[in-house]
């Protein structure tokens, strides 16, 4: 297991306008992965807003190349939504692929990136964690209360830590398969 690792996440929003990085940390923190350290100077997981999609695209090129930099195990997260024009997570994974290829990025930094697409938005997600349905077709309510998604978060933390076999909305089992991936690569 890494000594020192960081975990970045880049997400769709404006600081202080997006559910987004509460349910982000309130995820990571409620599933309490082993290589994240609490004491200052170790882990970190560190959100960065990057506007809409195509320039959350435009950033993961750069971002990969920083946290090669800093070595250790740092691993990138990109957190997006699936919006109409994106038929599915794969779709928009090679999306992101052309832009970071063409920056300079290699297939293997770039096959290091977790990505966790909701089909429209977070908040498709958090209706489902709070009432066992979603229509992904549809944009989710919007959320009220921040306390909202950090709720949820802890739900979906505990649904995968207990391996609860339940029947996710597509993008979210999509998500949770690619968060494995992380879990295993970060056991060796």
């Known amino acids: 297991m890494p000594s020192r690792t960081q975990i970045v996440c880049l997400h769709e929003g404006k600081d202080g306008r997006s559910i987004d990085p509460l349910f ?76 970071a290829k063409a920056s300079g990025v290699s297939r293997q930094e770039f096959d290091n990136v977790v990505f966790v697409f909701a089909k429209d938005r977070i908040e498709n997600w958090i209706e489902f964690l709070e009432t066992g349905a979603t229509k992904e077709e549809r944009e989710g309510p919007r959320i009220k209360f921040p306390r909202q998604a950090s709720d949820a978060a802890k739900r979906l933390a505990e649904i995968c830590r207990t391996s609860q076999k339940i029947d996710l909305p597509p993008s979210l089992s999509w998500s949770c398969k690619n968060w494995k991936r992380l879990v295993a690569r970060m056991a060796d």
């Not at 350290?37 to 190349?65: D, F, H, M």
């Not at 070595?71 to 994974?93: H, Q």
């Open 24 to 99: 982000i940390r309130a995820l990571i923190k409620a599933l309490d992965p082993a290589w994240i350290r609490p004491w200052e100077g170790s882990n970190v997981v560190r959100t960065v807003a990057c506007g809409g999609r195509s320039e959350l695209g435009k950033q993961v090129a750069s971002e990969i190349s920083a946290c090669a930099a800093m070595g250790s195990k740092t691993t990138l997260m990109v957190w997006a939504d699936l919006d109409d024009d994106m038929a599915d997570g794969d779709s928009l994974v090679a999306d992101m692929w052309n832009t």
